[in-house]
């Protein structure tokens, strides 16, 4: 059974970071990734990593975001520099323990934590 459960959400004025945390327990070798919903709008795709340590992020966070893992505390991360207001959402941690067919599709992934809010003004 894989339990996810994130943590490091709250509120900041446009331009400052936070940083996301996810500590997962069971389960070995599995593709995580992060995801958020805005009230109104579509779960989205936000950043991705697979057991390798390759990475994957939407366009829209790319050079702000960044995605990793410390396997040995079994936790994901996501560093969030020079947010933006439209960055407000809830955002979510996934896995699933294979490779989905696109690592940004919320559909693909198995596993969710409860989420934690993010809020930039």
């Known amino acids: 059974h894989v339990q996810l459960v994130e943590s490091g959400g709250g509120s900041v004025q446009a331009g400052g970071s936070l940083r996301l945390s996810c500590a997962a327990s069971g389960y070995r070798t599995y593709y995580m990734g992060w995801f958020r919903q805005a009230p109104g709008k579509e779960r989205e795709g936000v950043a991705a990593i697979n057991n390798l340590g390759t990475t994957t992020y939407v366009d829209s966070v790319k050079g702000r975001f960044t995605i990793s893992k410390d396997n040995a505390k079994n936790t994901l991360y ?16 996934a896995a699933n323990p294979v490779r989905p067919r696109s690592v940004l599709w919320s559909s693909e992934y198995r596993y969710w934590g409860q989420g934690t809010q993010v809020t930039v003004s």
């Open 78 to 93: 996501l560093q969030m520099n020079s947010l933006k207001p439209e960055d407000t959402a809830m955002y979510y941690c």
